[in-house]
T-cell receptor, first 111, second 116 residues
Framework: SQQGEEDPQALSIQEGENATMNCSYK?????LQWYRQNSGRGLVHLIL?????REKHSGRLRVTLDTSKKSSSLLITASRAADTASYFC???????????FGKGTKLSVIP | EADIYQTPRYLVIGTGKKITLECSQT?????MYWYQQDPGMELHLIHY???????EKGDLSSESTVSRIRTEHFPLTLESARPSHTSQYLC???????????????FGPGTRLTVT
């Protein structure tokens, strides 16, 4: 399995600060995605980065991918209380539509 | 907000009962998935379907079964519920897209199942 591992497991920051979450995976990937999950809800797709990309931006989100280290990071800038949620990375292998999810990082943004 | 629906949202049921968790999407997606997630933990794929009359088991062994008779509908059935089945069940869908496939999955709100 190419199970991802997120780091840290939990993160607590003040509103306005930046939050960085890291993800590692084990095997070659086609792409890596990040999802957000609010408590007791389904997941919402945030951003996808392909294996031939190194960095991608979407609003306050910045994702990097280092295929040599099999790792990715998600940066949320100028965090808001509404960003409080769990964040999961998910990877898919070549030719596969299936996703393998990491354990997630629980982010708490204190107003 | 994704057009994918799950019912019921919450279910408390006794051991031995047969249950069906419903999942429907109105996006015309050909691919659908069922995940099991314990509180605060990662998602595990238990079933997936790449089209009508196509179903496969996922990485996590599950005693549940699924069917895909219509594109928009992907129900999950437990013939005899047990306390070990207590968990959250998430349904998702994705599309082939035009040209390059799109890998983004759209999730329903989940069904939280408790078996007593």
């Amino acid at each position: 399995s190419q199970q991802g591992e997120e780091d840290p497991q939990a993160l607590s920051i003040q509103e306005g600060e930046n939050a960085t979450m890291n993800c590692s995976y084990k095997t070659s990937i086609n792409n890596l995605q990040w999802y957000r999950q609010n408590s007791g809800r389904g997941l919402v797709h945030l951003i996808l980065i392909r294996s031939n990309e190194r960095e991608k931006h979407s609003g306050r989100l910045r994702v990097t991918l280092d295929t040599s280290k099999k790792s990715s990071s998600l940066l949320i800038t100028a965090s808001r209380a509404a960003d409080t949620a769990s964040y999961f990375c998910a990877s898919s292998g070549a030719g596969s539509y299936q996703l393998t999810f990491g354990k997630g990082t629980k982010l708490s943004v204190i107003p | 907000e994704a057009d994918i629906y799950q019912t019921p949202r919450y279910l408390v049921i006794g051991t031995g009962k047969k249950i069906t968790l419903e999942c429907s999407q109105t996006m015309g997606h050909d691919k659908m998935y069922w995940y099991q997630q314990d509180p605060g933990m990662e998602l595990h794929l238990i079933h997936y379907s790449y089209g009508v009359n196509s179903t496969e088991k996922g990485d996590l062994s599950s005693e549940s079964t699924v069917s895909r008779i219509r594109t928009e509908h992907f129900p999950l059935t437990l013939e005899s519920a047990r306390p070990s089945h207590t968990s959250q069940y998430l349904c998702a869908s994705s599309s082939q897209g035009q040209g390059s496939p799109t890998y983004e999955q759209y999730f329903g709100p989940g069904t939280r199942l408790t078996v007593t």
